[in-house]
């Protein structure tokens, strides 16, 4: 275990694991002290702001109601940045679906899409130029795909849409965005209470686009997608199934990045990619999706 004797204020607490999942570069352990557990997350000062930012946000939340990680403790040691967190109980919403891909899901995704929604209301922010951060974004993206030199089922009409489709991110609303929101970063404790962690960044707008990380629970459960969505909205607009299918091709494209330059890699990405836009059809040419029947 690492040493974290330099941070004074967690002296009297116990260091319970150093946990591995996440991409943020930071380091992360679970720490107890009097019987609970808590969150402690480490990282370069030259992060500090930005980490600052995301800590002093976890406290609107929680007075908003959000069952989320509580702040309890933020500094700096030298050239390091730790922050302190209570610890959020429940199994991640991937692990329950994953140990019976058979069950409904449709209850357990309204209430999911319910917390998405409070979530989305509960922090102020400034406005920003939406339309333009995703046109950089869609730029970025796509380039990468092009260096790959293929193409695969969707994506050349998946493509198309989103270049013949920038006007529908004019005006959006904004929303402080919670930036990787899927079924990992959702838990559910034994009294059916859903937690949210891990937040990314401190994103700002479409809270619409909070909806790309359910594509992943879509590979094993339509239910729980259904839900997620009649659990934020009631009734989705028809405006969100437009927006909605903007997103879900950035988003497909947007997980090319993630490949390294192993072929074996690629092809995973790929698959994942191809599997994403088919949900709008072999030519990505639905108006709603498939598992919306």
Not at 13 to 26: A, L, P, Q
Not at 78 to 92: A, E, I, R
Not at 117 to 141: S, T
Not at 209 to 222: C, H, M, P, R
């Amino acid at each position: 275990m690492e040493n974290l004797d330099f941070i004074a204020d967690i002296d009297s607490y116990t260091v319970i694991e150093k946990i591995t999942e996440g991409i943020s570069g930071d380091d992360k352990f679970k720490l107890e002290k009097d019987g609970k557990y808590f969150l402690l997350r480490v990282g370069d000062v030259k992060k500090l702001s930005e980490r600052k930012k995301e800590y002093s946000r976890l406290k609107e939340y929680v007075d908003n109601g959000i069952n989320t990680n509580k702040p309890i403790l933020f500094g700096t040691e030298n050239d390091k940045f730790y922050s302190l967190v209570s610890w959020v109980n429940g199994t991640s919403i991937m692990d329950i679906i994953k140990k019976d891909v058979t069950k409904n899901y449709y209850q357990l995704g309204k209430k999911v899409g319910a917390e998405l929604k409070k979530l989305h209301l509960a922090c102020c922010c400034d406005e920003v130029d939406w339309q333009e951060i995703i046109e950089n974004k869609a730029a970025e993206f796509l380039k990468n795909y092009h260096c790959l030199n293929t193409e695969f089922t969707c994506s050349r009409c998946a493509e198309q849409y989103i270049t013949e489709n920038f006007d529908l991110m004019k005006n959006r609303p904004q929303a402080a965005l919670h930036g990787d929101f899927h079924w990992v970063n959702c838990v559910e404790d034994e009294a059916g209470n859903i937690g949210i962690i891990d937040f990314s960044g401190n994103n700002i707008g479409d809270p619409w686009y909070d909806f790309g990380g359910l594509l992943w629970a879509l590979e094993y459960s339509d239910s729980f997608a259904n839900g997620q969505i009649d659990g934020y909205f009631n009734t989705p607009p028809m405006e969100f199934w437009k927006i909605f299918k903007f997103y879900t091709a950035l988003y497909a494209f947007e997980h090319l990045t993630y490949s390294s330059e192993d072929p074996e890699d690629i092809k995973y990405h790929i698959l994942n990619a191809e599997r994403m836009l088919k949900i709008f059809g072999e030519r990505f040419e639905l108006e709603f999706p498939i598992f919306r029947k």
